[in-house]
């Protein structure tokens, strides 16, 4: 799987708005400490590691730009990350890909339903935090 270096230095290269970047770092970091959560409580199924849940969240709006339409957006970022040459494990696109209900992929597990709530929810985090910055 892609490590978390990799996947900083792609996004770096592909994401422009670097408010994007900050939103998708927040995204991570939730999923990671939801992960935890849900481990504690010793729920099962999980449907991947802590890893792979937090690059879900690192990566899933790396392909939101106006070269990507709405409708794929979540999943060309795995085509792009594919093509050079990075290994996304399937749970992983398909977290991706189910957080934009434009895509046709339902959320079903987990991971999918935590990236799925947790987008919007770290979008507007971020978006208040921005504009109290300024």
């Known amino acids: 799987m892609i490590n978390r270096q990799e996947a900083l230095e792609f ?9 994007i970047l900050k939103h998708m770092l927040a995204c991570e970091e939730l999923m ?3 992960y935890e959560s ?7 199924d999980l449907g991947g590691t802590k890893e792979e849940w937090m690059m879900a969240g690192l990566l ?7 070269d990507v339409p709405p409708e794929k957006q979540g999943v060309q970022i795995t085509q ?4 050079e040459g990075f290994d996304v494990p399937e749970n992983v696109a398909r977290a991706m890909a189910s957080h934009n209900h434009l895509t046709g992929t339902t959320p079903v597990s987990k991971m999918d339903w935590a990236l799925f709530c947790g987008d919007s929810l770290t ?7 921005l504009v109290k910055d300024n």
């Open 80 to 83: 792009w990350l594919k093509e």
């Open 60 to 66: 899933h709006d790396g392909d939101y730009c106006l």
């Open 123 to 129: 979008g507007l985090i971020v978006a208040a935090t």
């Open 38 to 44: 849900l481990k504690q409580k010793n729920e099962k």
């Open 11 to 19: 996004l770096e290269k592909r994401v422009e708005n670097k408010n």
């Open 32 to 34: 990671g400490e939801i």
